[in-house]
């Protein structure tokens, strides 16, 4: 499985991005999908997931600001952020999970920077 991310770039505060991850190869089994942001020096912190196509959940930095969706169709998942702010800037990375097979894939990241 492969993960290609896209989307991010620079924005200025109040504006909106929206983060695309298109998967190819096999996806079978996978049961969530997610949204990871990462700063130097920090870890990679979970942003927004996916289960099933059915639950969402969201960190609180980012409720009801982002809005992770995803087209099967298309094997794609996507993230809308609306209200973006300079805290906001970060790598943004995508990621698929298989939990019984205990595999996780990962996308490249995709820079997002949010200028005050």
């Known amino acids: 499985v492969q993960l290609q991310a896209s989307g991010g770039g620079l924005v200025q505060a109040g504006g909106f991005l929206r983060l695309s991850c298109t998967a190819s190869?096999?996806?079978?089994?996978?049961?969530?999908k997610a949204w990871y942001r990462q700063t130097p020096g920090h870890n990679r912190d979970l942003v927004a997931v996916?289960?099933?196509?059915?639950?969402?959940d969201y960190s609180a930095a980012v409720e009801g600001r982002f809005t992770i969706s995803e087209d099967n169709g298309k094997n794609a998942i996507y993230l809308r952020m609306n209200n973006l702010k300079p805290e906001d800037t970060a790598t943004y990375y995508c990621?698929?999970?298989?939990?019984?097979?205990?595999?996780?894939?990962w996308g490249e990241g995709t820079q997002v920077t949010v200028s005050s």
């Open positions: 996916t289960y099933n196509g059915v639950v969402t």
């Open positions: 990621a698929l999970s298989d939990s019984r097979a205990g595999v996780v894939y």
């Open positions: 190869g096999s996806i079978r089994n996978i049961d969530s």
